[in-house]
């Protein structure tokens, strides 16, 4: 059962609406025009209701199968905003709009969705609800949990959520899932070392923050080197440092900043503990202090087995076994569709995006080629949960 001829039929509509996104991205929550856009199809295509508003800016669409709807409820989610980039692709249709950029394929996510929305109102071939969520502010705003928190679940009955994203590298129309964590959990830490500055001349006036913090990016390297289990995942990184005005004056402040993540909860709590612990340690032998602030960010995206064997059969479906990997490496970017997941078991699958720019890149565009693919992944997925029984 390979990709629905009819969604092959509408393929070139469905990636006109996905140029139309690219070509107006929008931040976060201020995803006004495309929010309409997105409720304005949803009307034209019969689906059963089309909410607005959630989360702020979230839309979402009911569609009840040939039944009335009765019976169990899934939710599919796509996520909306552009990222804050200045587009080099050159397409005809790159972005109208200074610093703005669809550089994540959200707009081929919206897409892909629509055109399953427009598919399942059009032949209803299943036997439950069907609710597609279309979300606002992934990239780092939490859209995710906002919808939650204004009801998702419970207004609509939600009992599991399933969720999709392109990855470039992987072949183009190519499945990769895996049960537990897939996405990484993104906390960040910010560190002030305090010292006593002075005249560069005589460093031995000082507690000089600047040698001190130079050991310590190297001596928080060692937490994952030879603190972590080898066999579990942790990735730490300090990705900026702050100090000093003057090329002959040594600083009293330095300010590392960077971000932690992990693919395990357990690990997770370790991690920060072990920074805390590390830095303290180190800054307090050189008699200094430090003041830590971590902030925990989205939590792991955690696949459960049942959903996760089944999305993986869905995809087996429509690329054919030899093109679904089922045991796909974790990534160590994050996501909050972890925050659906942390409400209802669910799954979160890779769709090759092919041999494109990598994702969050100036150059980066959605690959419309895979567009039938992923709305045949959503109909499917669908109709296998929600199936009609034959009397």
């Not at 996905?18 to 949803?42: C, I, K, S």
């Not at 427009?118 to 979300?135: D, S, W």
């Amino acid at each position: 059962m390979p990709v629905i001829n009819r969604v092959a039929e509408f393929q070139r509509e469905i990636a006109e609406w996905r140029q139309d996104f690219h070509r107006n991205p929008e931040l976060l929550y201020d995803v006004e025009r495309t929010a309409g856009r997105v409720a304005e199809l949803l009307e034209s295509f019969g689906v059963d209701e089309v909410v607005t508003g959630l989360g702020r800016t979230g839309v979402v669409a009911v569609i009840k199968g040939r039944n009335g709807g009765a019976g169990r409820v899934i939710g599919l989610r796509a996520d909306m905003d552009a990222l804050p980039i200045t587009e080099r692709t050159g397409k005809a249709y790159a972005s109208t709009v200074p610093g703005k950029m669809h550089a994540c394929g959200h707009d081929g996510h919206i897409s892909m969705l629509l055109g399953a929305a427009k598919y399942l109102a059009e032949t209803r071939n299943f036997a439950g609800t069907a609710v597609l969520i279309f979300q606002p502010a992934e990239e780092g705003g939490a859209g995710g949990r906002a919808m939650l928190e204004d009801g998702l679940v419970d207004r609509f009955d939600i009992e599991e959520f399933y969720g999709l994203h392109n990855l470039p590298g992987l072949p183009a129309g190519q499945f990769g899932i895996r049960e537990g964590g897939i996405m990484a959990a993104t906390d960040e830490f910010q560190i002030t070392i305090e010292g006593k500055g002075g005249h560069a001349a005589m460093p031995h006036n000082t507690v000089d923050p600047v040698v001190i913090a130079a050991q310590l990016i190297l001596a928080l390297q060692t937490i994952v080197s030879r603190n972590v289990d080898p066999m579990r995942a942790a990735v730490l990184s300090v990705t900026m440092v702050e100090a000093g005005t003057a090329f002959n004056v040594i600083p009293r402040t330095v300010k590392l900043t960077g971000t932690v993540r992990t693919l395990d909860e357990t690990v997770r709590k370790f991690m920060e503990e072990r920074l805390r612990a590390v830095t303290n340690g180190l800054v307090a032998t050189f008699g200094a202090t430090a003041s830590i602030h971590y902030r925990n960010g989205y939590p792991v995206t955690v696949n459960a087995p049942g959903p996760t064997a089944f999305a993986a059969d869905v995809a087996r479906t429509i690329a054919g076994a030899e093109r679904v990997n089922a045991r796909v490496d974790g990534t160590m970017a994050g996501e909050d569709f972890s925050y659906m997941l942390q409400a209802k078991p669910g799954a979160y699958i890779f769709l090759g995006n092919g041999p494109s720019a990598e994702l969050h890149t100036d150059t980066y565009d959605f690959n419309d080629d895979i567009i039938p693919i992923g709305v045949s992944y959503w109909a499917r997925l669908v109709e296998m949960a929600l199936p009609v029984t034959r009397k």
